[in-house]
């Protein structure tokens, strides 16, 4: 299927005139269903794109040291070895150094005011307890400059004791004979929480001798911090050398089911929203799901280097100038892939970037000077929604306007509320991290997501296919035929 887009106002929805139109046309025949709303025109169904989908998930899977073997979304499963794979006797009376994502905000008096991450560290850690593990817990906390007080784990043990039903004992440094004891001295299914590992420059530089220093510690290696898993640290990839086996833990296993093989392997109609200030920040993420997507929303302030791009006026909105060749050439790739890409038809513009400013709905071809967009407009909405329905898989990452001023927040809010519905029908959404789980978050619906990627610049690596030295450092698991 071959599919051409162009935004300039539509005078006919005849072939002759398609160049001029604000749609997207088809080569399949004239009888495939089709959603007609605000002169855009949307093919819900797709043929032929199964070899593209397991080349693609062949390439993201040695991207990641998957091994060979039938069935993609098996095989991605099991590509690292899990600590669900441990037996009871490979755990009992074992240190098991847990490297955990315990990233949260905290407030000006240190208080925890969102505490995602520590509630996704749970379930690895409670297995490794109730199987008689010794727990040593590592994670950084913010970028801190060597001994940061304000950056301490200390906030964290409370939360993280009440979660556990046991108190965990924490060490005021990651290394060393203080921490030497401490671990000696902890019973089976005991938790001892160390001091920010980012404390230590060592960490971030990889150094040999510090990952040894960690590992000593333990007898083997979980990684369950997905969030930083792209990042090739002592602690996340280092400590590798020293400890075997070295798995990962539940929560970055969930990560790679759902970002590698449920985005590898979907089921189809398989629909990306991309939204965000700029294309160059996304143009990975765009390139790499162009290879394998049904549909392509764009949203954010994106929108108006492509608007730019066909031509248009955009006012004083956002303009990434020297992407504009790039924009065409992704709308000219989507075509040869046969990708139906949807820009939307109308916009809110503001006077001013402020939460006051005066605003109105416009065309996304009638924008003034001296205007500029900051969220998708109520037609865009329902054109967007209607093709939504159509869908099986969605995955989203990025806004589609100023989220953060409550006028120019409904486009984001509506998405987040229709993948919400979506999912009660069964259709699997990803919501792949950063704002768009911010997003969710405060529309209230994020529990009913069908996953919630906790790593912003991890999830957006792994989606471009890059490799991610935390994952490539765990043991492979046996590839299993499904």
């Not at 998957?66 to 499963?77: A, P, Y």
């Not at 560290?121 to 400059?145: D, E, F, Q, W, Y």
């Not at 906030?155 to 401490?182: H, M, N, Q, T, Y």
């Amino acid at each position: 299927m071959a599919a051409s887009l162009s935004l300039l106002p539509s005078t006919s929805t005849s072939s002759s005139s398609s160049s001029t139109s604000l749609h997207t046309r088809s080569s399949l025949n004239p009888s495939t269903p089709r959603l007609q709303s605000t002169g855009l025109r949307l093919p819900l169904r797709r043929l032929g794109f199964s070899s593209v989908s397991v080349d693609f998930a062949r390439h993201v899977s040695s991207k990641i040291g998957v091994v060979g073997g039938k069935g993609v979304r098996g095989v991605v499963s099991m590509v690292k070895k899990s600590v669900g794979d441990l037996t009871s006797s490979d755990l009992k009376g074992k240190r098991v150094f847990v490297r955990a994502d315990l990233n949260v905000p905290l407030d000006d008096n240190q208080n925890i005011t969102d505490d995602t991450r520590i509630r996704a560290a749970i379930p690895t850690i409670k297995h490794l307890m109730a199987n008689g593990a010794k727990v040593i817990l590592s994670s950084h906390l913010g970028r801190p400059k060597g001994v940061t007080p304000k950056f301490s784990l200390k906030p964290l043990v409370p939360r993280l004791s009440e979660l556990l039903g046991i108190e965990v004992v924490k060490a005021d440094d990651c290394i060393g004979p203080d921490v030497e004891k401490l671990v000696a001295s902890l019973p089976e299914g005991g938790v001892l929480l160390l001091e920010n590992v980012r404390f230590y420059k060592e960490e971030e530089k990889n150094e040999p001798e510090f990952a040894k220093k960690l590992a000593s510690l333990a007898d083997l290696y979980v990684n369950d911090a997905f969030g930083t898993a792209h990042r090739a640290h002592a602690s996340t990839e280092g400590v590798t050398k020293f400890l075997k086996p070295s798995v990962a833990g539940f929560l970055l296993q969930k990560e790679l089911d759902y970002l590698v093989g449920a985005v590898s392997s979907p089921k189809r109609p398989f629909a990306a929203i991309v939204g965000g200030s700029k294309v160059s920040s996304k143009i990975g993420v765009i390139e790499s799901l162009l290879e394998k997507c049904d549909i392509l929303f764009l949203g954010g302030g994106m929108i108006f280097t492509f608007y730019k791009a066909q031509g248009l006026s955009v006012g004083s909105s956002l303009v990434e100038e020297d992407k504009l060749s790039l924009a065409t050439t992704l709308l000219e790739k989507a075509k040869a892939k046969g990708v139906s890409i949807m820009l939307p038809t109308d916009v809110i513009i503001a006077d001013k970037f402020a939460p006051d400013a005066n605003s109105k709905v416009v065309p996304a071809t009638e924008i003034p000077d001296g205007w500029m967009g900051l969220d998708i407009g109520p037609d865009s909405v329902k054109t967007f929604n209607a093709a939504l329905d159509t869908t099986k898989t969605v995955i989203w990452n990025g806004p589609m306007g100023v989220f953060e001023f409550d006028k120019f927040a409904v486009g984001t809010e509506s998405i987040a509320k229709k993948l919400a519905e979506l999912s009660g029908k069964g259709v699997t959404t990803i919501i792949g991290g950063g704002d768009s789980v911010a997003a969710v978050e405060k529309v209230g619906v994020a529990d009913v997501m069908s996953h919630i990627s906790t790593g912003g610049g991890a999830s957006l690596e792994l989606l471009e296919g890059k490799e991610l030295p935390g994952v490539l450092a765990l043991e492979e698991a046996i590839p299993v035929a499904v």
